[in-house]
């Protein structure tokens, strides 16, 4: 069977890739699509890093509730190629066991615009989606641009705080105290730049 995604050059990453290949298969019984669901304001932007890259063939047959998804959202189907949509960890590292860790739990699917270019391991720049509500079509999780490639040896970027025993660290930029992020704490923390979507009213 053909691969989904490729996968990020490490072993740890392959456990994250077999949880998104269920989540793919029970996405119709979700009442959330991982690229709709995150854990701060609708339309905010945050960080997060790319492990796997998806492929237009397996997006079509595979995850019809997603592909319908990016459809109802307005993205025209010629826009929906290999690379369309990623997966991304919003957390590191670890946990419990492998596979309950909040990286993999809590990983995100992005959809990338057309021209946005990215590879595994790159930090990339999200504007936060949201389910449905009111009878509109919610919010994708959208790529923005990338913030830094993977290997970056000048790096400004990484998972806060700087403690390889915590399991749950968020990536924080030098810059983004300057530029208006704020941090959320609490059971989902983040490091975000509020936005101004929110959810419809009647």
């Known amino acids: 069977m ?15 890739l077999i949880i998104f290949l269920l989540s793919l298969l029970v996405s119709g019984c979700a009442t959330i699509l991982r690229i709709h669901s995150d854990f701060i304001p609708a339309g905010s932007l945050r960080l997060a890093q790319v492990v796997a890259i998806g492929k237009r063939a397996n997006l079509v047959t595979q995850s ?26 919003i957390y590191c590292c670890g946990g419990i066991t492998d596979n309950l860790s909040s990286e993999r739990a809590n990983a995100i699917m992005l959809f990338v615009p057309t021209g946005l270019n990215v590879s595994l391991g790159d930090i990339v720049e999200v504007r936060s989606g949201r389910a449905p509500a009111n009878g509109d079509a919610g919010l994708l999780n959208t790529m923005t641009r990338i913030v830094e490639k993977y290997g970056n040896g000048d790096s400004h970027c990484w998972w806060d705080p700087k403690d390889d025993r915590l399991w749950l660290r968020v990536l924080y930029c030098d810059w983004m105290p300057n530029e208006g992020w704020i941090k959320q704490d609490g059971v989902n923390p ?13």
């Open 190 to 202: 983040a490091w975000y730049k509020p936005g101004g979507s929110s959810v419809p009213q009647n």
């Open 64 to 89: 019809k509730e997603t592909y319908e998804a990016m459809l109802a959202s307005g993205i025209k189907d010629s826009e929906i190629v290999d690379g369309s949509v990623v997966m991304a960890r």
């Open 2 to 16: 053909n691969r989904i995604f490729a996968k990020m050059p490490s072993v740890s990453f392959i456990p994250i």
